[in-house]
Nanobody, 124 residues
Framework: VQLQASGGGLVQAGGSLRLSCAFS????????MGWFRQTPGKEREFVAT????????YYSDSAKGRFTISRDNAKNTVYLQMNGLRPGDSAVYYC??????????????????WGQGTLVTVSS
């Protein structure tokens, strides 16, 4: 399995970005997908997850109401639409895949595969 995250960049506070994560290698629809973020010196932080079929989503408190996770199983891609960005959202964002994970996957150890990360910088 390979995950390729993209869409990061520099944006002003209040702005928006859409992250994408292209999945390849196995049956995408058998994987729950998640987004995490990390800043230097801190642990990887859960942002959002979506189940295999795309019918259930779950967000961190900081992401709720501002971010939207979605997936397109025909395109083997998961997205993270981020609106109302704040400087505190600045981090490297990682997508992750968890095969056959039917529980809400909000901790890193539930995931089998990780992408390389994409940097999001929000200026004040």
């Amino acid at each position: 399995v390979q995950l390729q995250a993209s869409g990061g960049g520099l944006v002003q506070a209040g702005g928006s970005l859409r992250l994408s994560c292209a999945f390849s290698g196995r049956a995408f629809s058998t994987y729950a997908m998640g987004w995490f973020r990390q800043t230097p010196g801190k642990e990887r932080e859960f942002v959002a997850t979506i189940n295999m079929g795309g019918s259930q989503v779950y967000y961190s408190d900081s992401a709720k109401g501002r971010f939207t996770i979605s997936r397109d199983n025909a395109k083997n891609t998961v997205y993270l639409q981020m609106n109302g960005l704040r400087p505190g959202d600045s981090a490297v964002y990682y997508c992750a895949a968890a095969q056959y994970e039917s529980r809400t996957a909000y901790v890193p150890r539930q995931y089998d595969n990780w992408g390389q990360g994409t940097l999001v910088t929000v200026s004040s």
